[in-house]
């Protein structure tokens, strides 16, 4: 199979607020830094595809002002996605892997700033029987939560702790939202938000643009000094009622694993889309992460959560370890949807140093 | 528009809201419609689980379902949460707590809220039963919510077999829908709007292709890269193309035929769009010169008028078209 590799990653600053740029506005700086790294414009790439939500912008067909960015005309091949630009990622590189490009750009933007986030996320859901009752996503996660602390699988200490470890690793990451933390102890002080939740257990809201460039074989090599080779990506999907699954486990997440070869060899560096404290304790089974592996040395989704960008600025963080020659064998995953709905799992790995 | 007091960006409220209208399924109908009659339904998969609330396929094996049955009210909590500030459209507007229920006879959970005085009083593994709205329709907030039945023993045995059939069956639901937004505009659109209301009308010039866009979204379509510096345009301009309307908009207060046209203003790299009066309407035409015509507390053109100067010449526009 042709060789696809992750060559060049960029994203914003994640803010709680961007009202004084529009979607297109916070994007082009992350499209100019992420191009000028391979030394490529608009024009030399083969295909382009982004992920957004006109639920999050509140207007139909949002995506089209974005592509403003990207220099449209003269015509270019192009595709988007409603959702988070890693399932973008994932279309883009099985285009490459079809011979149809040698180059991708991918991106995507989110703006949680315009709506109240949580109501908004009510929208995704089944319209029948959850949608009419609004459930919003904190207690939805919180429903997730208690079942596994009901499963003795952890306490609300812990969670703090997972958050703690976050926050305070996101303090070496400059595009986070929120770095450092209180002692774990301390966090447990503070009123639940939906118990057993409480704020520090639930990502930050906030805008932020991701956009990741890949390459194919000696394309890959001649843009990148150490590109991060995607060695397996798959994605899975649950039920969509949340009364018909198990939500203490994450089933999707361990098939997507499998099938991407996660447990083909270790990884060392994982970079994980857990937007909730309780959903990393999840995650971490489910893929099999033991002690030794960096998890989410970026601070991950609870340190920024952009909508529609997190899950992609998972593969960019991962892929951006490898680069740096820290990581030799990374993990990236996305998720979305309520309580870990679906999962898209990703393997990189560098060439031996 | 108004603008922010922290900065000069652009916001304002904006409403989406919609009625989505969705038509039901057998199954999905046999479900909606039981509730309207205090009637709980299942569906039993092929390998004998009973799915509350039921799907028209099963979500392991994709096997088409249809074989209905009929669950207590009562059920066991299989997970909770307790939500201390209710938001508009939650099923009760004091705090209570999302749970997910398993009702007697069914295998799965159904989602639904807990009346309860408080989180000390959810557990999981409590006895709820439900409660019914006074008034009901066929959709799920027939379920009013569930409250506490901790003398209520688990019903035992198989849940019976059920038709389906009611008399005047639910056929659809008419979901109603209501996001509230705060929309801002950006830096480019913002500088654009500012400058309208002061009656200029202001572009951006690509600084790669030196084309002038009106208006501005921050950045060129066709290069990719920002905007930024600010060209003023107009206020003269050419009609490049045009439509006669003969369709009269609702709420819109216009006599028909009008005319709606394309204008390139002079200086702009790309035409605009606006209605032209003051001229009948079957003496528009492609060149005709006009400007724009403001009211007296417009933010921006009401209409363009012509400004008597001589048609613009074809060459003169005819890359704008």
């Given at each position: 199979?042709?060789?696809?590799?992750?060559?060049?990653?960029?994203?914003?600053?994640?803010?709680?607020?961007?009202?004084?740029?529009?979607?297109?506005?916070?994007?082009?700086?992350?499209?100019?830094?992420?191009?000028?790294?391979?030394?490529?414009?608009?024009?030399?790439?083969?295909?382009?595809?982004?992920?957004?939500s006109d639920y999050l912008a509140g207007r139909a067909?949002?995506?089209?002002?974005?592509?403003?960015?990207?220099?449209?005309?003269?015509?270019?091949?192009?595709?988007?996605?409603?959702?988070?630009?890693?399932?973008?990622?994932?279309?883009?590189?099985?285009?490459?892997?079809?011979?149809?490009?040698?180059?991708?750009?991918?991106?995507?933007?989110?703006?949680?700033?315009p709506g109240n986030l949580r109501e908004v996320l009510t929208r995704q859901l089944?319209p029948?029987?959850l949608a009419p009752l609004w459930p919003d996503s904190?207690?939805?996660?919180?429903?997730?939560?208690?079942?596994?602390?009901?499963?003795?699988?952890?306490?609300?200490?812990?969670?703090?702790?997972?958050?703690?470890?976050?926050?305070?690793?996101?303090?070496?990451?400059?595009?986070?939202?929120?770095?450092?933390?209180?002692?774990?102890?301390?966090?447990?002080?503070?009123?639940?938000?939906?118990?057993?939740?409480?704020?520090?257990?639930?990502?930050?809201?906030?805008?932020?643009?991701?956009?990741?460039?890949?390459?194919?074989?000696?394309?890959?090599?001649?843009?990148?000094?150490?590109?991060?080779?995607?060695?397996?990506?798959?994605?899975?999907?649950?039920?969509?009622?949340?009364?018909?699954?198990?939500?203490?486990?994450?089933?999707?997440?361990?098939?997507?694993?499998?099938?991407?070869?996660?447990?083909?060899?270790?990884?060392?560096?994982?970079?994980?889309?857990?937007?909730?404290?309780?959903?990393?304790?999840?995650?971490?089974?489910?893929?099999?992460?033991?002690?030794?592996?960096?998890?989410?040395?970026?601070?991950?989704?609870?340190?920024?959560?952009?909508?529609?960008?997190?899950?992609?600025?998972?593969?960019?963080?991962?892929?951006?370890?490898?680069?740096?020659?820290?990581?030799?064998?990374?993990?990236?995953?996305?998720?979305?949807?309520?309580?870990?709905?679906?999962?898209?799992?990703?393997?990189?790995?560098?060439?031996?140093? | 528009?108004?603008?922010?007091?922290?900065?000069?960006?652009?916001?304002a409220p904006l409403v989406v809201e919609f009625p989505f209208t969705r038509?039901?399924?057998?199954?999905?109908?046999?479900?909606?419609?039981?509730?309207?009659?205090?009637?709980?339904?299942?569906?039993?998969?092929?390998?004998?689980?009973?799915?509350?609330?039921?799907?028209?396929?099963?979500?392991?094996?994709?096997?088409?379902?249809?074989?209905?049955?009929?669950?207590?009210?009562?059920?066991?909590?299989?997970?909770?949460?307790?939500?201390?500030?209710p938001s508009r459209g939650q099923p009760?507007a004091?705090?209570?707590?999302?749970?997910?229920?398993?009702?007697?006879?069914?295998?799965?959970?159904?989602?639904?809220?807990?009346?309860?005085?408080?989180?000390?009083?959810?557990?999981?593994?409590?006895?709820?039963?439900?409660?019914?709205?006074?008034?009901?329709?066929?959709a799920i907030t027939?379920?009013?919510?569930?409250?506490?039945?901790?003398?209520?023993?688990?019903?035992?045995?198989?849940?019976?077999?059920?038709?389906?059939?009611?008399?005047?069956?639910?056929?659809?639901i008419v979901a109603p829908a209501r996001l509230d937004y705060t929309y801002?505009?950006?830096?480019?659109?913002?500088?654009?709007?500012?400058?309208?209301?002061?009656?200029?009308?202001?572009?951006?010039?690509?600084?790669?292709?030196?084309?002038?866009?009106?208006?501005?979204?921050?950045?060129?379509?066709?290069?990719?890269?920002?905007?930024?510096?600010?060209?003023?345009?107009?206020?003269?301009?050419?009609?490049?193309?045009?439509?006669?309307?003969?369709?009269?908009?609702?709420?819109?207060?216009?006599?028909?035929?009008?005319?709606?046209?394309?204008?390139?203003?002079?200086?702009?790299?790309?035409?605009?769009?606006?209605?032209?009066?003051?001229?009948?309407?079957?003496?528009?035409?492609?060149?005709?010169?006009?400007?724009?015509?403001?009211?007296?507390?417009?933010?921006?053109?009401?209409?363009?008028?012509?400004?008597?100067?001589?048609?613009?010449?074809?060459?003169?526009?005819?890359?704008?078209?």
């Open positions: 199979m042709r060789e696809v590799a992750i060559v060049a990653f960029a994203q914003s600053d994640h803010r709680p607020d961007t009202a004084d740029v529009s979607e297109v506005e916070l994007l082009l700086p992350v499209l100019r830094r992420v191009l000028d790294d391979v030394g490529l414009t608009t024009g030399g790439i083969g295909f382009t595809c982004s992920g957004s067909f949002s995506f089209t002002m974005a592509l403003d960015g990207v220099g449209a005309w003269p015509p270019i091949s192009e595709s988007h996605v409603e959702m988070d630009g890693a399932w973008a990622l994932y279309e883009a590189w099985t285009k490459l892997l079809t011979e149809e490009a040698d180059t991708a750009l991918v991106y995507s933007c989110g703006k949680s700033s089944d029948y029987y904190v207690s939805l996660a919180a429903l997730q939560a208690q079942a596994l602390i009901d499963a003795g699988e952890t306490d609300e200490h812990a969670l703090a702790g997972v958050a703690a470890r976050a926050r305070t690793a996101a303090e070496d990451n400059p595009h986070a939202q929120l770095a450092g933390s209180a002692e774990p102890a301390r966090l447990l002080d503070a009123p639940y938000l939906v118990r057993p939740l409480r704020r520090h257990d639930c990502p930050p809201i906030g805008d932020g643009a991701a956009a990741v460039v890949l390459a194919a074989g000696d394309t890959a090599r001649r843009l990148c000094r150490r590109p991060a080779w995607i060695r397996g990506l798959d994605h899975r999907v649950e039920p969509h009622a949340l009364g018909v699954r198990d939500l203490t486990r994450s089933p999707s997440t361990r098939l997507a694993a499998e099938r991407a070869g996660a447990f083909d060899s270790p990884v060392d560096t994982a970079e994980l889309h857990a937007p909730f404290t309780s959903q990393e304790v999840i995650l971490r089974r489910a893929l099999r992460l033991g002690e030794d592996v960096r998890v989410s040395p970026s601070g991950g989704a609870q340190a920024a959560n952009p909508m529609m960008a997190a899950g992609l600025i998972r593969l960019g963080e991962a892929a951006a370890a490898i680069h740096r020659g820290g990581s030799d064998r990374a993990l990236a995953h996305a998720t979305s949807g309520p309580c870990l709905q679906q999962n898209l799992v990703a393997v990189l790995e560098g060439d031996p140093q | 528009m108004t603008p922010a007091s922290s900065s000069e960006a652009l916001r038509s039901l399924g057998p199954v999905q109908s046999a479900f909606l419609t039981g509730l309207r009659e205090r009637t709980v339904l299942g569906v039993r998969t092929t390998d004998g689980r009973v799915l509350v609330p039921p799907v028209e396929y099963d979500p392991v094996t994709a096997d088409e379902l249809r074989d209905l049955v009929q669950v207590a009210p009562t059920g066991t909590v299989t997970t909770w949460a307790w939500n201390p500030s009760l004091t705090p209570f707590a999302w749970v997910l229920v398993r009702l007697d006879g069914a295998g799965t959970a159904l989602l639904h809220a807990l009346d309860a005085p408080g989180p000390r009083a959810v557990h999981t593994g409590m006895r709820v039963r439900i409660r019914w709205a006074s008034a009901r329709t066929g027939d379920i009013a919510c569930f409250e506490p039945d901790p003398d209520q023993p688990a019903a035992t045995g198989e849940p019976a077999p059920h038709s389906g059939e009611f008399t005047d069956p639910v056929r659809g801002a505009p950006g830096r480019a659109q913002t500088r654009f709007l500012a400058a309208l209301a002061g009656r200029r009308t202001v572009g951006e010039r690509c600084p790669s292709c030196r084309k002038v866009y009106v208006p501005p979204r921050g950045a060129c379509p066709t290069c990719g890269v920002a905007t930024a510096e600010q060209v003023e345009v107009g206020p003269h301009g050419t009609v490049t193309t045009f439509c006669i309307v003969n369709i009269k908009a609702k709420n819109l207060d216009i006599e028909v035929p009008y005319v709606y046209a394309h204008i390139a203003l002079d200086g702009a790299g790309l035409a605009l769009h606006g209605r032209i009066a003051g001229i009948p309407y079957d003496q528009v035409r492609m060149g005709l010169r006009v400007a724009p015509v403001w009211t007296e507390d417009g933010r921006y053109p009401d209409h363009y008028r012509p400004t008597g100067e001589p048609d613009a010449d074809y060459d003169t526009y005819k890359e704008l078209l």
